[in-house]
């Protein structure tokens, strides 16, 4: 019978395609550079590092806010996003990133003007609280998707945030090699103690998802064999987890590699972070609407 | 509402009939027909007329971050698009994919690069849509709105009755108050086993389907037919 359209997205498993497809590319983006903003800024409260800092504002004022603003339908109604914390994660999300700008901000201006004042102390924990925020709240606002089982997990805040420090590790050892104020070696320490955690976060996060109903299982198997393949292997195991694991054994046993090298194993590092909010954000599928029983 | 499986013609008149009362853009659809083979030897090809499911307690109207998308004490879902910031969180929560986000490429015109018809020219008057925001079926709410104004009911009377349900020609579609245990939903609920779309969601749909073989849509892919090709040569 050839009669009717068959809307596929309900007989079949679907992606969800608005947070990645399309303009959904600035909401990758916003939701990576939120993670790798906010890490950073932590790291950099832990060396006290002004430099870091004030990089890790760069990323979350102007290329994680710059993104989500693009990425609006309606961006002059932007305002209107704060009014729903009640309930809404994105409200609160946006919340957060509106605060660590403030807080930020003004906790640098203590830094540089007055520092070891009791108001730079202040500030200093309340970005750093919003720094944490910042990089979990859109884990939070995945896992509370009740459609998309790939999401539907406690981990992916944590991934998130862990990823989010290892790569501001990462981006603190290119200040160290600027001639920051960062400790070369306490970075490079932290980043492979990282990488070893993060990768682990996501194989149990995958062995976990591919338990979740069929369809957690299709989205699994979609970036290992599917279309998300080349994604999965070349951008988050082989980019961001073998090379830097390479890199960082390497750098173990000599003691000391060439300073190329580090800039590409954090490169790589970042990739890896990129490539894996892609594959979250495009493996995630619902379930098909309709099915047969029989 | 009732939507009544056996019955239903896929003759899409409750799709034409809502895109005649909103106006809707070309790219753009609130109820959809799904048809779905049940059986690989003796195929029987059944219908699904979908829509928002006005669901009780919505996925949408908790994540919407400016309080666009709302519940009226009615149970209906709306949303004010004047509010709708775009961000599309609402779509990608909505566990039944039943809201579209009205973007330039789905509002280009019945004939694009030409001018509007008179029909187009209307709707940009009476029923304004905004590029940029987020739609989903409303029940015809202001239609609902009119007639209870005018002392109708929904439901019975047509005036106050969502232009999808009046149109059907099989009436496979009955619209009512769930709340009320003498209407006539309630009775088709309730006499011929009505059931809801994934109600493991716990989003409480206020649409219920009766006599499908639907409802338990964990199943391999590979496990369902359906038809492949259609009138829109898709």
Known sequence: MKTMQAHEWMINYTRQTEWIDRRGIFLWIAFYTGGLGGGLYLVSLFFNSLWGMFLSWLIIAVIKGGAHFIYLGRPLRFWRMVTRPGSSWLSRGIIFVLSFVVLAGAQMAFTYWMPGTAGEIIFKVLAGIAALAVSVYTGFILNTVKGVPFWNSSLLPLLFVSYGVMSGFGLAIVIALSGGDVNLATSETWSRWLLIFNTLLVVIYLLAAANREATGKQSVMEQMRGHLAPVFWAGIVALGIVVPAVLAVFSYIVGEIATALLVTGVACEIIGGLSLRYCILKAGAYKPLVARTS | ?234
Request: net charge negative; aromatic share 8%.
């Open chain 2, 1 to 234: 509402m009732v939507v009544d499986l056996t019955v239903c013609s896929r003759c899409y008149a409750c799709v034409a009939a809502c895109r005649v009362e909103h106006f809707l853009p070309m790219g753009m659809s609130w109820p959809k027909l799904v048809a779905l083979e049940t059986n690989d030897d003796h195929p029987i090809v059944s219908t699904y007329s979908v829509r928002c499911n006005q669901c009780q307690d919505a996925p949408c109207v908790e994540v919407c971050p400016t309080g666009a998308t709302r519940q009226r004490p009615d149970g209906i879902i709306v949303i004010d698009q004047d509010k709708c910031v775009g961000c599309r969180y609402c779509v990608v929560a909505c566990p039944y994919q039943n809201r579209t986000f009205l973007s330039k490429d789905k509002d280009r015109g019945f004939f694009p690069g030409k001018i509007h018809t008179d029909f187009e020219k209307a709707g940009k008057e009476l029923y304004p849509h905004q590029v940029g925001t987020t739609e989903k079926c409303n029940f015809c709410a202001e239609r609902i709105d009119a007639g209870l104004a005018k002392g109708l009911k929904p439901g019975i009377d047509r005036e106050a009755t969502p232009a999808c349900v009046n149109t059907c020609p099989a009436r496979a579609l009955t619209f009512g108050d769930l709340d009320d245990p003498d209407s006539e939903v309630s009775r088709l609920i309730r006499e011929r086993k009505g059931f809801q779309l994934h109600p493991e969601y716990g989003t409480d749909p206020s649409i219920y389907f009766i006599d499908g073989k639907i409802g338990c849509s964990d199943k391999p892919a590979d496990d369902i037919k359906a038809e492949k090709a259609g009138v829109a040569g898709k």
